[in-house]
């Protein structure tokens, strides 16, 4: 019996250290927990030594993966500093794919520490993640034929001038409701009303100005005669709900680089050879501060 009792004591013990480990375990690891479940904190991140970042793979050329593997674009090149900045080597940013669909998800489930994946900031999605301050702003454009330039949304009212919109958007949305006489000519597709534009169908699209800007670009004889309308929207970086920690830190670094005119290097850097010089200031946003 004294054997057996001491057989019970011992196994205790063990229990006992067992639980001891697991405790100073879970301190360790710094996991908080928020509003939305589980996220690092900053000293689990430099102890794991490396930060996660959802990025897109299929969105140039704001995030994508170029021909050998490598996470190439101006949300990824933003990263990379953030990287640099918070763990001393831009090596240490690990890039998490992600689509537009997953974005909340990815973040709800600590799969990623920041959404980094042109991240347009709208009351829903606040409700579900943390925006830190914005990196870029875009707003609606017109797009129409040098030959005949639209110049003016007053210009498209009558005279048979039909506006071209892709269905389901917020320019749409926008011109249904403020602009009721102005006749829309609506397509499923981007390719739709594209193609729409340059058989003449309509005298001008109208939609977000970033497509327009990149697809005028490249396309000679059109141009975005009405840069920017409607509204404002802006791209920001996302983390958990609740992780204010983070937050706070992203919120300074984008703080700190916009000193340096470190977004207007990284536009330079990935968007200038899609945009040109002349739309910086309709897209970037330096310091987190829209100007």
Same mark, same amino acid.
């Given at each position: !019996? *004294?054997? !057996?009792?001491?057989?019970?004591?011992?196994?205790?013990?063990?229990?006992? &250290?067992?639980?001891?480990?697991?405790? /100073?375990?879970?301190?360790?690891?710094?996991?908080?927990?928020?509003?939305?479940?589980?996220?690092?904190?900053?000293?689990?991140?430099?102890?794991?030594?490396?930060?996660?970042?959802? &990025?897109?793979?299929?969105?140039?050329?704001?995030?994508?993966?170029?021909?050998?593997?490598?996470?190439?674009g101006f949300d990824v090149y933003i990263a990379k500093q953030f990287a640099k900045d918070?763990?001393?080597?831009?090596?240490?940013?690990?890039?998490? /794919?992600?689509?537009?669909?997953?974005?909340?998800?990815?973040?709800?489930?600590?799969?990623?520490?920041?959404? !980094?994946?042109?991240?347009?900031?709208?009351?829903?999605?606040?409700?579900?993640?943390?925006?830190?301050?914005?990196?870029?702003?875009?707003?609606? +454009?017109?797009?129409?034929?040098?030959?005949?330039?639209?110049?003016?949304?007053?210009?498209? *009212?009558?005279? +048979?001038?039909?506006?071209?919109?892709?269905?389901?958007?917020?320019?749409?949305?926008?011109?249904?409701?403020?602009?009721?006489? %102005?006749?829309?000519?609506?397509?499923?597709?981007?390719?739709?009303? =594209?193609?729409?534009?340059?058989?003449?169908?309509?005298?001008?699209?109208?939609?977000?100005?970033?497509?327009?800007?990149?697809?005028?670009?490249?396309?000679? +004889? =059109?141009? &975005?005669? %009405?840069?920017?309308?409607?509204?404002?929207?802006?791209?920001?970086?996302?983390v958990a709900k609740g992780n204010k920690e983070l937050l706070d830190w992203i919120n300074?670094? /984008?703080?700190?680089?916009?000193? *340096?005119?470190?977004?207007?290097?990284?536009?330079?850097?990935?968007?200038?050879?899609?945009?040109?010089?002349?739309?910086?200031?309709?897209?970037?946003?330096?310091?987190? *501060?829209?100007?």
């Open positions: !019996m *004294k054997k !057996m009792g001491k057989t019970v004591q011992r196994i205790g013990w063990i229990l006992l &250290v067992m639980l001891l480990i697991a405790a /100073l375990t879970a301190c360790g690891s710094k996991e908080a927990t928020g509003a939305s479940g589980k996220f690092n904190s900053i000293e689990q991140i430099k102890k794991n030594g490396k930060i996660r970042i959802g &990025v897109f793979a299929d969105k140039p050329p704001f995030g994508y993966v170029d021909a050998e593997g490598k996470n190439q918070l763990l001393g080597d831009e090596s240490k940013a690990e890039f998490v /794919l992600v689509d537009a669909a997953s974005r909340v998800a990815y973040s709800e489930s600590n799969k990623v520490d920041i959404i !980094m994946a042109n991240f347009t900031v709208t009351d829903e999605r606040k409700e579900k993640v943390d925006f830190a301050s914005p990196y870029m702003k875009l707003s609606f +454009g017109i797009v129409s034929p040098d030959s005949a330039p639209i110049t003016d949304i007053e210009q498209l *009212k009558g005279k +048979g001038n039909k506006l071209i919109v892709a269905k389901g958007t917020t320019a749409e949305t926008y011109f249904t409701k403020n602009y009721p006489n %102005i006749e829309l000519l609506k397509f499923d597709q981007y390719t739709e009303i =594209f193609a729409a534009l340059k058989d003449h169908r309509g005298a001008a699209i109208a939609n977000d100005n970033t497509e327009l800007i990149a697809w005028a670009k490249s396309n000679p +004889g =059109f141009t &975005v005669t %009405i840069p920017e309308f409607g509204g404002q929207d802006t791209i920001a970086p996302a300074q670094e /984008l703080d700190t680089l916009g000193q *340096k005119k470190f977004i207007h290097e990284a536009y330079k850097a990935t968007l200038n050879s899609v945009y040109g010089d002349g739309f910086t200031d309709q897209l970037v946003v330096e310091g987190g *501060k829209i100007q």
